[in-house]
């Protein structure tokens, strides 16, 4: 049985040592941040983290990443708090979102070994692809998420993930919903209006 360290967690894989790391994040681990996309590795959607370098795992097997260390997008930062993850919001670099988790742990591995990336050192370090096109936007993001990690920016945070919808509202006036003050009425409350 491979084993190997997930997200800071010992895991061990009762699966064929062939199996794509991938597979065995997403149907074994419930790991679902990475996505299949392609299979072959040209898209990007599956990167992971392996001992610190973005690798596509569907291109490695659970045999080859037998005692490394393994950091999917789950836990980049379980607060959604690590430079880049803030840096896409902050920039509206993302889209569908298909993308967004490979891309976000290519930036990562980026920033942490270059935290000034040129244009060209972004384009060189992120061969992820997007089909909805947020290139121009990635590069702002990414090259954000730089200034932040040399402590030249700084940027305000989304809500925190399990926040209350309600003080998610308060914080973020554009997500005013119905059960807050100011919202628009509820379904409910629209049919019971006579």
């Known amino acids: 049985m491979p084993a190997m360290t997930v997200n800071e967690r010992p895991v061990e894989f009762d699966m064929d040592p062939d199996t794509p790391l991938l597979h065995a994040l997403r149907d074994a681990a419930n790991l679902t941040g990475a996505k299949y996309g392609c299979g072959v590795g040209d898209c990007g959607a599956c990167m992971v983290l392996v001992d610190g370098e973005a690798l596509r795992s569907c291109l490695v097997t659970i045999a080859e990443a037998e005692g490394r260390y393994i950091t999917t997008i789950e836990g980049l930062s379980r607060d959604r708090s690590h430079p880049v993850q803030q840096a896409l919001v902050a920039e509206q670099a993302i889209q569908c979102g298909f993308c967004t988790p490979g891309i976000a742990i290519a930036a990562a591995a980026l920033v942490r070994r ?30 954000r998420a730089g200034r932040v990690t040399r402590r030249r920016e700084t940027i305000s945070a989304a809500p925190a993930p399990g926040i209350d919808p309600a003080d998610a509202a308060r914080a973020v006036p554009a997500m005013r919903g119905a059960d807050v003050e100011g919202g628009p009425p509820s379904a409910a409350d629209q049919a019971s209006e006579p």
């Not at 270059?114 to 947020?134: F, H, M, T, Y």
């Open 114 to 143: 270059n935290p000034d990336p040129s244009i060209e050192d972004i384009r060189q370090a992120i061969p992820n692809l997007c089909r909805c096109g947020v290139y121009p936007r990635l590069v702002e993001a990414i090259q």
